[in-house]
Structure formats: C-alpha cells, structure tokens
C-alpha cells in the first residue's frame, strides 16, 4: 500500500461517495514569536492500493522538528477490506487526521512523516517562520 497524496490543509472532509473536499492547502506558518501553538491542522492522505494488500496494516505519523526530533507520534492501523464498486487494481482511501494546538517551539523546515507497515511512505513538509517585524512610521 502507498500514499499517493499528503498534504497539509485548513480543513478537509470527505463525502458520502468518498470524495475529498480541501480547504486552504498550505506549508508555511507565520508567528511573531516562539514558541507558537497552532490552531488546527488537517494532514490529508490518500491511501492506494490493490487486492494484494487487503487486510491489516500499521499506520505511523511523526512530526519531526528542525533538528530532526520528534514534536509528536501517532500510530493507527487501517483496514483494508473489498468494498462494492471498487476496481480490484485501484483502491483509494482518502483519510484526514485533524491535529490541533501543535506547538512549535522554534521557527525552522518541519516535515509530517508518514510510514506504513514501518515503510516511508510520504513526507509533508512545512516551514514555521517567524513573521516579519511592521516597521514604526
């Protein structure tokens, strides 16, 4: 199984026919000053696969800071089942994960990596910058 779309939005649902709707895509954050704790952030992933890898699978997301450390780990499973309308070849399974209050405590290049069944998968990166200081007049 691999992840053929990840990013980072505002908001994200999907409908009852099992399309993603987005919301503000971005990958950059401002702030006056760190550390900063953001509202809320949809990881938005697509899972893909075939018949071959139906059944269970280990789902993994690290957000890695600037120096390569860990902000925050999740772990989940997926399931993987036939479902009625589905081309046996291609299965996609959209899935958003809302994250809220993250606090980032430096600014720098940080990334959401996602694994399955302990594989790489996926990287999201976003850059958490400090906003730019308004000049007095």
């Given at each position: 199984?691999?992840?053929?779309?990840?990013?980072?939005?505002?908001?994200a649902?999907?409908?009852?026919?099992?399309?993603?709707?987005?919301?503000?895509?971005?990958?950059?954050?401002?702030?006056?000053?760190?550390?900063?704790?953001?509202?809320r952030?949809?990881?938005?992933?697509?899972?893909?696969?075939?018949?071959?890898?139906?059944?269970?699978?280990?789902?993994?997301?690290?957000?890695?800071?600037?120096?390569?450390g860990?902000?925050?780990?999740?772990?989940?499973e997926?399931?993987l089942?036939?479902?009625g309308?589905?081309p046996?070849?291609?299965?996609?399974?959209?899935?958003?994960?809302?994250?809220?209050?993250?606090?980032?405590?430096?600014?720098?290049?940080?990334?959401?990596?996602?694994?399955?069944?302990?594989?790489h998968?996926?990287?999201?990166?976003?850059?958490?910058?400090?906003?730019?200081?308004?000049?007095?007049?």
């Amino acid at each position: 199984m691999d992840v053929d779309l990840a990013l980072l939005a505002d908001a994200a649902t999907i409908d009852g026919s099992g399309k993603l709707n987005i919301l503000g895509v971005f990958d950059r954050i401002m702030a006056p000053d760190f550390p900063v704790r953001h509202g809320r952030v949809a990881l938005v992933l697509r899972f893909a696969g075939t018949v071959q890898d139906l059944g269970r699978h280990s789902v993994e997301i690290r957000l890695r800071d600037p120096a390569g450390g860990h902000v925050l780990r999740l772990d989940g499973e997926l399931q993987l089942a036939p479902r009625g309308g589905w081309p046996a070849q291609a299965m996609k399974i959209p899935h958003i994960l809302n994250i809220d209050g993250i606090v980032f405590q430096v600014p720098g290049e940080y990334a959401f990596d996602v694994l399955v069944d302990g594989r790489h998968e996926a990287s999201v990166p976003l850059s958490v910058m400090r906003a730019p200081v308004a000049a007095e007049a």
